[in-house]
């Protein structure tokens, strides 16, 4: 399956306006796939699983910011932190603690995410509020991470009210951590929308989008 060259124009031309940046979400996909979009200037590639990221990382341009985007078993942080750009799914405390001593092993200050659970469904990843309050309070000072802001994914819903009242609950708890930051500028990433709703998750905040489907067509089931 061939990279959608035209589209992906158009929507780096309209993210850019926006100061919206684009990850491309490249799991399942080839390393012919990706370099076709790295060709075209994309910089920016987000994975889920981390053998496929290593092996990725190991074989394509370094200059490659690599996002790691799905579910983080602490045992696999060391295999990413010497390299990984920003950790997206930060869902506890004890992942936090992990990818600090990985981060500190490799001389590294790796920035990260907190993954928000904001959609209905059961089977999403990530903190709910009560737990993103303590983690944000009450985690002692990671001298080798930092927290750049919140990510997110909204329900599969085909109502719009759905997705877009989730999508502005995230903007409000980003705000919130953000006025509560001690460096505010440092927290500034709201990552939030996918191929099927990031044009509804930029008018309500976002200002990075995660895009797999669209730019490099259906995934087969892995
Ligand atoms: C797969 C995935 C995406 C991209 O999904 P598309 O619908 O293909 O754009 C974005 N975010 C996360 C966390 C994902 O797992």
Known sequence: MAVNSELY????????KKSV???????????E???????????????NYVQELVEKYE???????????????SNKVKLIAPFVSLIQSVDGEKLLKEI???????????????????????TKFGLDEHELES????????????IKGLMGMASFSDDDKVVRQEFS??????EKYQALS????????????????????IEEGSNMVRIGSLLFGERSKK
């Open 59 to 73: 074989q394509l341009p370094k200059d490659i910011r690599w996002h790691f985007i799905g579910h983080l078993q």
């Open 169 to 174: 609950v995230l903007k409000s708890l980003f």
């Open 135 to 146: 983690v944000v309070t009450d985690s002692p000072d990671h001298t080798n991470i930092c």
């Open 100 to 122: 600090n001593k990985q981060a500190a092993k490799n001389k590294r200050v790796v920035d990260c995410l907190l993954q928000v659970h904001i959609a209905k469904e059961e």
């Open 21 to 31: 940046t684009l990850v491309a979400v490249s799991k399942t996909k080839s390393i």
């Open 33 to 47: 796939d990706i370099l076709e979009l790295y060709n075209l200037g994309q910089r920016d590639f987000g994975e």
């Open 9 to 16: 124009q158009e929507i780096i031309a309209e993210l850019k």
């Open 182 to 201: 001690l460096q505010p500028s440092a927290f500034s990433i709201l990552s939030m929308g996918m191929s099927g709703d990031y044009k509804m998750a």
